[in-house]
């Protein structure tokens, strides 16, 4: 559901903090960087708190403690854009787990940052596939998504962003699906997956998984949605809004 931000380089830190959050313990990998000062440190930190929230449902506070913060040392319009895109993210995730309605926010939190990051920034992609998301899942207006994150993944290929590009194929192949393309909804689903299983995101296979079962015969997808529910156990039951994607069918009455 949500798409962000690179892999570890040779950084020792940027490689113990992916660890921690490509399994899921996003707290821990925040708290790696609290003692980390400016505002690059402080971004990343929220953006961990909010993938959180959009992941497990929990944590809004902290979260929103770590963007004010991010909020208040950032100087530069690229860190204030930076931030505004986590805002928006925040609230959208607030609006589509039916915690609290806060669309509105997030499209002017996005809106804002849009106006403040330049064309060819870092997090430009990222913007786009976060507005995709508004598009799609608030709004309801595929033709806007996809434009988006069609934005998204050509700004991710460009930016060497493998992550991203694991959500904007996801994406676009859940737009396919949905208009009965099922090949091309396949071939996505399969490129989002395999990027997730050679990054080592494990928070992010399980899902991978259920979306590209969606889209396989008999007795493939079922070996998919085993291998799904196995990953999600594994995990502790997170993403928390996979659950209901992989709970077996009522039987017809």
């Known amino acids: 559901m949500s798409g962000s931000g690179t892999t570890a380089g040779d950084d020792p830190l940027q490689t113990a903090v992916w660890r921690l959050r490509s399994r899921g313990c996003w707290t821990d ?16 930190r929220t953006s961990l708190l909010v993938e959180r929230c959009l992941f497990t449902g929990e944590g809004w506070a902290e979260a929103e403690d770590g963007l004010r913060t991010a909020e208040a040392l950032a100087v530069a319009d690229e860190d204030r854009g930076a931030a505004a895109c986590e805002r928006g993210q925040l609230a959208y995730a607030s609006t589509v787990l039916a915690v609290r309605d806060r669309a509105d926010e997030a499209r002017t939190a996005l809106g804002r940052a849009a106006a403040l990051l330049a064309p060819n920034a870092s997090g430009r992609p990222l913007l786009d596939f976060r507005r995709g ?4 899942h608030i709004s309801d207006s595929p ?15 460009a930016h060497s962003d493998p992550l991203l590009l694991s959500f904007t194929w996801r994406h676009l192949a859940g737009l396919a699906l949905r208009e009965g393309e099922s090949a091309e909804a396949r071939h996505g689903f399969a490129e989002s997956l395999r990027i997730r299983e050679e990054l080592g995101y494990l928070v992010g296979t399980a899902p991978a998984l259920a ?5 396989e015969p008999e ?14 156990r594994l995990m502790g039951g997170v993403p928390s809004w996979l659950a209901q994607h992989l709970s077996p069918p009522a039987p017809a009455a």
Do not use: K, N, V, W
């Open 219 to 232: 007795p493939e997808a079922g070996r998919l949605r085993a291998e799904a529910a196995r990953l999600f």
């Open 133 to 136: 998301l508004i598009a799609e």
């Open 143 to 157: 033709q806007a998504a996809r434009a988006a994150y069609r934005r998204a993944h050509a700004g991710a290929t």
């Open 211 to 215: 979306a590209l079962a969606d889209t």
């Open 29 to 44: 990998a925040a708290a790696l960087l609290a003692s980390r000062e400016g505002p690059g440190p402080a971004l990343q």
